[in-house]
């Protein structure tokens, strides 16, 4: 790659800095940036420390421990740089909780976002909806636990229209990683009328439809452009 002063470089979820990378280059996502979003328990301390509503962590096993035996689930997050599940093991009882470098309770009752951001701006956001004809067509039950495409999960658009307050989290939340842009994972819990963030993906996958990847492009566009990203809301 050879850069030229007038380049704006996208960095796509790369935590390290490449070889050819040079002062005063203009990065959309820092490495240093997305080395902390993409650590689950510097993003988790991240938000805490800057206001944005998160779920209850704990490095301590004994806490998680505690949780289990109150009654509640805990989600073991043995690998902290995981995606689309990877790593997680879902503890409801105290045999169920192994050694994790990160623990965080399970919140019930829940609907799944993910929101886009660019400098600011919302541009995209879909919901979490269970897979049509899953089980008939798998043979496996859809787990409500882990909401991922192997468990029966896909990304819709239709008829989706989230909370305020999910739009509010996302947004304070890729500005608390000082982060150019991300997909935010939000979970909205209807009986507390509350937006909890979960991660924000500095990688977001790009095969849904194509949508994402147009709303994205025009987005860096505009930024090029010294403008503004359409916002979707």
């Not at 490495?31 to 993003?43: D, P, Q, R």
């Not at 541009?123 to 909401?147: A, C, Y």
Request: glycine share 6%; net charge positive; with cysteine.
């Amino acid at each position: 790659y050879r850069y030229r002063p007038n380049h704006i470089i996208v960095n796509y979820g790369n935590r390290r800095c490449p070889t050819w990378a040079k002062d005063k280059m203009k990065v959309l996502n820092s490495w240093e940036k997305i080395a902390v979003s993409s650590n689950k328990l510097t993003a988790l301390e991240t938000f805490k420390k800057n206001g944005v509503r998160t779920v209850n962590f704990t490095i301590d096993k004994n806490q998680a421990i505690e949780w289990v035996n109150q009654g509640k689930k805990v989600m073991c997050r043995t690998i902290l740089n995981g995606y689309s599940g990877h790593g997680i093991v879902v503890a409801a009882q105290e045999s169920e909780v192994v050694n994790a470098p990160l623990y965080s309770l399970y919140k019930p009752h829940f609907e799944e976002y993910r929101v886009v951001v660019v400098n600011g701006t919302v541009i995209d956001f879909m919901q979490k909806k269970r897979k049509s004809n899953w089980e008939e067509t798998t043979g496996n039950p859809i787990n409500p636990l882990i909401r991922n495409v192997s468990n029966g999960w896909i990304f819709a658009r239709n008829e989706v229209q989230p909370p305020k307050d999910v739009f509010v989290e996302a947004l304070k939340a890729v500005a608390s990683l000082e982060l150019n842009f991300g997909g935010v994972d939000c979970l909205f819990n209807r009986k507390e009328n509350k937006a909890y963030v979960i991660e924000v993906n500095t990688a977001c996958g790009l095969s849904e439809n194509g949508t994402t990847v147009k709303r994205l492009c025009d987005a860096f566009a505009a930024i090029c452009n010294n403008s503004t990203p359409q916002s979707v809301i």
